[in-house]
């Protein structure tokens, strides 16, 4: 399994907000940036979020990062069914001196 | 514009060799830690190894380590990935990435990945 844990699904409807959680430990998450990456059907994974709440140029402002202690937090507003697709956190850990992905958390709009 | 294409996939019988290439374009390559990362078929994305700008350090995951070696020539702006011993379980996309500082490998953009297939 992986070090950092997400929840394999989520889902709400069109318009409403989800949120999406990435737990690690202090070896990662906990002293380290986190990143946030969204892979839709069929084609390479893209860059959301990075350092835990920026985001890359052309990244609407629905997409937010946030991070407490060994957790960090994915959150999508006014959802669109463009926004199915699998979302990954990403980080360094320093123990395994190695980076990290979570599972993957698919996002369905219903 | 941050460019990164990879190279050097196919199909290799278990127990043989394989080097991938990451031509990188757009930024000053040497600037920028660098990293390969798998996704196996209907599986997640797994971090594979990541080297610092100027080459001089180098890290894998324990599931590729001692097999596979990753290296960068900063004259020609490309990344390498020298993939030994391969096992089935290697099979994978396998995507190039830069980061967005020179140390730490983790991704900043993402290449548009090459597919490595282990088998008989």
């Known amino acids: 399994q992986s070090v950092l844990t997400q929840p394999p699904s989520v889902s709400a409807a069109p318009g409403q907000k989800v949120t999406i959680s990435c737990s690690g430990s202090t070896s990662n998450i906990g002293n380290n940036y986190v990143s946030w990456h969204q892979q839709l059907p069929g084609t390479a994974p893209k860059l959301l979020i990075y350092e835990h709440n920026k985001r890359p140029t052309g990244i609407p402002d629905r997409f937010s990062g946030s991070k407490s202690g060994t957790s960090a937090t994915l959150g999508i507003t006014g959802l669109q069914t463009g926004d199915e697709a699998d979302y990954y956190c990403e980080t360094w850990d320093s123990s395994l001196s190695a980076g990290v992905f979570g599972g993957g958390t698919k996002l369905t709009v219903l | 514009e941050v460019q990164l294409l990879e190279s050097g996939g196919g199909l290799v019988q278990p127990g043989g060799s394989l080097r991938l290439s990451c031509a990188a374009s757009?930024?000053?390559?040497?600037?920028?830690?660098m990293t390969w990362v798998r996704q196996a078929p209907g599986k997640g994305l797994e971090w594979v190894s990541g080297?610092?700008?100027?080459?001089?350090?180098?890290y894998h995951a324990d599931s590729v380590k001692g097999r596979f070696t990753i290296s960068r020539d900063n004259s020609k702006s490309t990344l390498y990935l020298q993939m030994n011993s391969l096992r089935a379980e290697d099979t994978a996309v396998y995507y190039c990435?830069?980061?967005?500082?020179?140390?730490?490998?983790?991704?900043?953009?993402w290449g548009q990945g090459t597919m490595v297939t282990v088998s008989s």
């Open positions: 080297v610092s700008g100027s080459g001089s350090s180098s």
């Open positions: 990435g830069t980061s967005k500082s020179v140390l730490v490998p983790v991704v900043f953009a």
């Open positions: 757009g930024f000053t390559f040497s600037n920028y830690a």
